[in-house]
């Protein structure tokens, strides 16, 4: 049977392309924007280089990235639309929710709360870059196998937030966990399920 | 957010130069000012990052007539809580400090920068609401008549009812803490009780700092009541909440008599709120429920409600109780 490219399963390899809900989403922007402004672009509206904008690199899964960014460009801005790393996500964007959580030289912040010229030279690991040789992450194999989520949207930033929990050692009970892991809320109320898998994936972690 | 020039600051006196520029904004961790920037609240022109400016230590010295511990401004909170030094000898602080934000502010915020935290009374933070007389002095105060759930009971004014935010800064007021300040003539010390000011007629002044000038350090001496010191925070919501209402304590206790008494109190003041009439009303006194209602009504005396906030001088007269319960061992 030949599916429509739109129904290629993700998790086939050898599939055409990889039909990703961002990627189509920029596609159909694109294109459905080029049909009205291309003509305006060419001609009179020239895409202006930002006169405030500063060069830096960013360090993010262990690749260097070059950027020129305004400086007003939080890093979770630079993250989601400059380096298409739309993992971390903009919940609140005022820190009260951790969606946008990352991990900076080990240490999990807001991403939204911090500019990214500020972390040139730093190691900036967010949720892409947690699994490896195609196996994920051990908290990432605990919250798919609690189910501790719901609609996902904070599930990036909760893993990354489990991740550092655990290296820190905030993992002694559930109500310890429950304390350390307040930073990240979880509107669907998966909350039960989240704990249980921070336990397991620290239990493991200390096998 | 208004564009802005972003400059690192390689050194203390560099800093301190740039930092008397007209619309500058020293930044470290970032956490309260971006967030103020993105709603305009904040408008700086040019942001100077301080964060290479080392300030990161904590140290035991000997100063003055005792010991205590310098802490550097840039110490995030998280490093500060988990200090054995801290946790050990002023554990009010470590406590403050844990009881504040979530583990990623914590890992961000500075301690110098948890000083500098603006209010978070909602008219203040949102320019599209009606006026502010800390954000545009002079605009008026949308606070008194509007949703005061939240503010202030203790120094308020005419012109502004907003509390100070910080647990840190209730536990360093109560605790003695004394601030380094760096300016272009050098470096001067201020009392933690003294940095902050009362609104009065001038609320948008909130600290003794002035242009250019940056907290290097912060000092907190040794005593029993700092050894002995506790920080409770009662709040909506059990974690990751501002505070309704929260005490920071510190008692030296002999044969369950009080030699000396500390008290500062969060979520009820303008600033930081230390009563040294609550202290007093302990000092000499049997440890007992009867010494601690008396100190509670003491902190209390000139609390004033605002309507949606008349709650709070039950709750702080009781947070203020349980805390010092809790410290002297139990139930009074």
Redesign the interface.
């Known amino acids: 049977m030949t599916l429509p490219p739109c129904y290629v399963p993700l998790d086939d390899e050898d599939a055409p392309f990889e039909p990703t809900r961002r990627g189509f989403l920029i596609g159909s922007a694109v294109v459905t924007a080029s049909a009205f402004v291309a003509p305006l672009l060419s001609e009179e509206v020239k895409p202006v280089r930002d006169a405030?904008a500063?060069k830096f690199a960013l360090n993010v899964n262990g690749k260097t990235r070059e950027l020129e960014l305004?400086?007003?460009t939080?890093l979770l801005d630079a993250l989601r639309e400059h380096l298409d790393l739309t993992g971390a996500k903009k919940g609140c964007?005022?820190?009260a929710c951790?969606a946008c959580?990352v991990l900076v030289d080990g240490?999990?912040?807001?991403s939204?709360?911090?500019?990214a010229?500020?972390h040139s030279g730093k190691k900036i690991v967010t949720i892409e870059g947690l699994a490896s040789n195609g196996a994920l992450h051990p908290v990432q194999a605990a919250f798919v196998k609690h189910d501790g989520f719901q609609c996902g949207y904070c599930t990036p930033g909760q893993v990354c937030?489990a991740v550092?929990?655990i290296r820190?050692g905030?993992t002694k009970s559930d109500d310890e966990i429950?304390?350390?892991m307040?930073?990240?809320i979880c509107r669907c109320g998966a909350y039960v399920n989240i704990v249980e898998a921070v336990k397991e994936a620290a239990r493991n972690a200390t096998v | 957010?208004r564009?802005?020039?972003?400059a690192r600051a390689s050194n203390e006196a560099a800093a301190v130069k740039s930092g008397a520029m007209a619309g500058t904004k020293f930044?470290a961790?970032?956490?309260n000012l971006?967030?103020l920037?993105?709603n305009e609240v904040e408008q700086p022109v040019h942001?100077v990052?301080i964060?290479g400016l080392g300030m990161n230590r904590i140290e035991r010295r000997i100063e003055g007539t005792g010991g205590g511990v310098r802490i550097g401004a840039l110490v995030r909170m998280?490093d500060a809580a988990a200090h054995p030094e801290i946790a050990g000898n002023f554990p009010a602080i470590a406590q403050a400090l844990l009881l504040s934000?979530?583990?990623?502010?914590r890992?961000?915020a500075s301690l110098g920068g948890n000083l500098m935290q603006r209010t978070r009374c909602p008219y203040f933070r949102e320019l599209t609401w009606t006026p502010c007389n800390k954000r545009e002095p002079g605009s008026g105060c949308s606070a008194k008549d509007g949703d005061n759930r939240m503010q202030a009971i203790l120094g308020t004014s005419e012109a502004c009812i907003a509390t100070h935010p910080s647990d840190f800064a209730v536990a360093l007021a109560a605790l003695d803490g004394v601030l380094t300040i760096r300016g272009a003539r050098g470096e001067r010390q201020v009392a933690a009780t003294d940095f902050h000011l009362l609104p009065g007629k001038t609320p948008h002044l909130e600290h003794d700092l002035k242009a250019g000038e940056l907290i290097t350090s912060i000092y907190i001496p040794d005593a029993p009541h700092a050894r002995r010191s506790a920080y409770l925070k009662v709040r909506d919501r059990s974690?990751?909440e501002f505070a309704l209402t929260s005490a920071a304590v510190g008692l030296d206790v002999s044969g369950g008599v009080i030699r000396s008494a500390r008290v500062a109190m969060g979520g009820v003041g303008t600033k930081p709120w230390r009563s040294r009439d609550a202290e007093s009303a302990l000092a000499g006194k049997a440890a007992s429920e009867a010494t601690f209602r008396a100190a509670a009504d003491a902190a209390m005396r000139d609390a004033k409600g605002q309507g949606h906030n008349d709650f709070k001088i039950e709750l702080g007269k009781r947070t203020l109780v349980r805390a010092l319960t809790d410290l002297a061992g139990g139930a009074a």
């Open positions: 405030n500063t305004d400086p007003r939080t964007d005022q820190g951790g959580t240490r999990r912040v807001n939204c709360l911090t500019l010229v500020m937030s550092a929990l820190e905030h429950r304390e350390w307040s930073g990240n | 957010m564009p802005f020039d972003y930044i961790g970032g956490t971006v967030d920037m993105k942001v990052d964060n998280s934000a979530s583990p990623q502010l890992n961000a974690s990751y």
